[in-house]
């Protein structure tokens, strides 16, 4: 029998309708919009000799130059770590290709090829020769194109940067030798270079990326009082170089294979790399050739260096045999989620020693990626960077003649 009233059914909408694609296209940027926007509350720790009135009055001075705080709050896309570093690999390459740089080569006694890259931007050509100088010492394989991520904001800041190269990086080998932590003696060679190219830079600062953070922490702790540098960061610094890469086998096993593998890639098989060291020492070629994570890759590669062994390396070449050492403002950035450089190894016990460390430890970050703006386009480890040196600039002008507390840092 019929219904004594009518169903009336809902209002439809075809899938190909006009209002059907708008309201999903609304959706979908909403959606996008409040992923990007989206910010992760983040958490940071300062570690300082809170006697120290220098440190404290530079960090007070960074802190101010920072908006009031130092904590690093990416964009919520770029909140998991994995995302962080995943994208700043993709960035850094892209970026890469548009490096510019004009290449200063600096002689060793023993005939190897080290040098200089110099910022050749329209910025730092405008620069004068009393412009104050960034030296950057790059990751395990990098070199001046593959910092190009951090160098080329540096001259917004009124610096002029530059990139130092070590030996199997950014060139093949001339001699059958290279140090993954840098050569010391390599080193002075280029701080000197820098000094006489421009003797009346206002101030010169130094930042170590990755494994650059560890060859920052044995020059400035060789060196002490008689650097040239003024003040120094090391970003994402392992610490203890023993067994440093020991837990990253164990947490992140994909990480450990592709950053050995870029190793060897560099300095094993580079174009004329192979029969070079080969022939010099066949059995350290061999097993550094069979190495299948970071650890094993140092361990093995140590002979190259000059090493009897990796006891020996690590007696000679362990940045953390020099930390005390150091006499300028220096200070360290980790952070809790990266894979590379992991939290476990960090020296709480040494920064809160040493009157000119400041360790930053943020919550998020990865290794070395830390990237900032809405879509990821700037690096927050550069400003950070920056604003520390230039607070440490500051002091040492005599602008920051008062000691300042930098209490609203602490945990």
């Given at each position: 029998?019929?219904?004594?009233?009518?169903i009336?059914?809902?209002?439809t909408?075809?899938?190909s309708?006009?209002?059907l694609?708008?309201?999903?296209?609304?959706?979908?940027?909403?959606?996008?919009?409040?992923?990007?926007?989206?910010?992760?509350?983040?958490?940071?720790?300062?570690?300082?000799?809170?006697s120290?009135?220098?440190?404290?009055?530079?960090?007070?001075?960074?802190?101010?130059?920072?908006?009031?705080?130092?904590?690093?709050?990416?964009p919520g896309?770029?909140?998991?770590?994995i995302?962080n570093i995943?994208?700043?690999?993709?960035?850094?390459?892209?970026?890469?290709?548009?490096?510019?740089y004009?290449?200063?080569?600096?002689?060793?006694?023993?005939?190897a090829e080290?040098?200089?890259?110099?910022?050749?931007?329209?910025?730092t050509?405008?620069?004068?020769?009393?412009?104050p100088?960034?030296?950057v010492?790059h990751?395990?394989?990098?070199?001046g194109?593959?910092?190009?991520?951090?160098?080329?904001e540096?001259p917004?800041?009124?610096?002029r940067?530059c990139?130092f190269?070590r030996?199997?990086?950014?060139?093949?080998?001339k001699?059958?030798?290279?140090?993954?932590?840098?050569n010391p003696?390599?080193t002075?060679?280029?701080v000197d270079?820098?000094?006489?190219?421009?003797?009346n830079a206002?101030?010169?600062?130094?930042?170590?990326?990755?494994?650059?953070?560890?060859q920052?922490?044995?020059?400035?702790?060789?060196e002490?009082?008689?650097?040239?540098?003024?003040?120094?960061?090391?970003?994402?610094?392992?610490?203890?170089?023993k067994?440093?890469?020991t837990?990253?086998?164990?947490?992140?096993?994909i990480?450990?294979?592709?950053?050995?593998?870029?190793?060897?890639?560099?300095?094993?098989?580079?174009?004329?790399?192979?029969?070079?060291?080969?022939?010099?020492?066949?059995?350290?070629?061999?097993e550094?050739?069979?190495?299948?994570?970071?650890?094993g890759?140092?361990?093995?590669?140590?002979?190259?260096?000059?090493?009897?062994?990796?006891?020996?390396?690590?007696?000679?070449?362990?940045?953390?045999?020099?930390?005390?050492?150091?006499a300028?403002?220096?200070?360290?950035?980790?952070?809790?989620?990266?894979p590379?450089?992991?939290?476990?190894n960090?020296?709480?016990e040494?920064?809160?020693?040493?009157?000119v460390y400041?360790?930053l430890?943020?919550?998020?970050?990865?290794?070395?990626?830390?990237?900032?703006?809405?879509?990821?386009?700037?690096?927050?480890?550069?400003?950070?960077?920056?604003?520390?040196?230039?607070?440490a600039?500051?002091?040492?002008?005599?602008?920051l003649?008062?000691?300042?507390?930098?209490?609203?840092?602490?945990?």
């Amino acid at each position: 029998a019929p219904l004594p009233f009518r169903i009336l059914a809902p209002p439809t909408m075809a899938p190909s309708s006009p209002a059907l694609r708008v309201a999903l296209l609304i959706g979908a940027l909403l959606a996008l919009w409040r992923m990007f926007r989206t910010r992760k509350e983040a958490k940071h720790s300062i570690t300082y000799v809170k006697s120290e009135a220098k440190v404290a009055a530079i960090l007070a001075e960074t802190q101010r130059r920072m908006g009031g705080s130092l904590a690093y709050t990416p964009p919520g896309w770029l909140a998991p770590g994995i995302v962080n570093i995943g994208f700043f690999c993709v960035k850094s390459v892209l970026l890469s290709l548009f490096a510019k740089y004009e290449k200063q080569p600096v002689p060793t006694p023993d005939g190897a090829e080290i040098s200089i890259e110099w910022a050749d931007d329209e910025v730092t050509r405008s620069l004068s020769p009393e412009a104050p100088i960034l030296i950057v010492l790059h990751t395990v394989t990098g070199s001046g194109p593959e910092s190009w991520h951090f160098v080329r904001e540096v001259p917004q800041y009124g610096w002029r940067a530059c990139v130092f190269n070590r030996r199997g990086c950014g060139s093949s080998l001339k001699t059958p030798n290279f140090n993954l932590m840098g050569n010391p003696d390599d080193t002075r060679l280029m701080v000197d270079a820098v000094a006489q190219r421009y003797p009346n830079a206002g101030f010169i600062g130094m930042a170590g990326i990755s494994a650059g953070s560890g060859q920052i922490i044995t020059y400035l702790g060789q060196e002490g009082k008689k650097t040239p540098v003024g003040a120094g960061v090391s970003l994402c610094p392992a610490y203890k170089l023993k067994d440093a890469f020991t837990l990253l086998t164990k947490q992140d096993p994909i990480v450990d294979k592709i950053v050995c593998k870029s190793m060897q890639k560099n300095f094993l098989y580079k174009e004329g790399n192979r029969a070079l060291l080969e022939k010099a020492d066949p059995v350290t070629f061999r097993e550094v050739a069979e190495a299948t994570t970071m650890q094993g890759f140092f361990e093995a590669a140590a002979p190259f260096a000059g090493a009897s062994s990796w006891e020996d390396y690590v007696g000679e070449h362990d940045p953390m045999n020099y930390e005390a050492g150091i006499a300028v403002p220096t200070l360290l950035l980790n952070a809790e989620d990266d894979p590379v450089c992991v939290k476990e190894n960090i020296a709480w016990e040494k920064c809160g020693d040493n009157p000119v460390y400041a360790l930053l430890v943020t919550e998020g970050g990865s290794h070395i990626a830390y990237g900032d703006g809405l879509f990821g386009q700037r690096q927050w480890m550069t400003k950070i960077t920056m604003e520390f040196l230039e607070s440490a600039r500051a002091q040492a002008e005599g602008k920051l003649d008062a000691r300042e507390e930098a209490t609203p840092l602490l945990p």
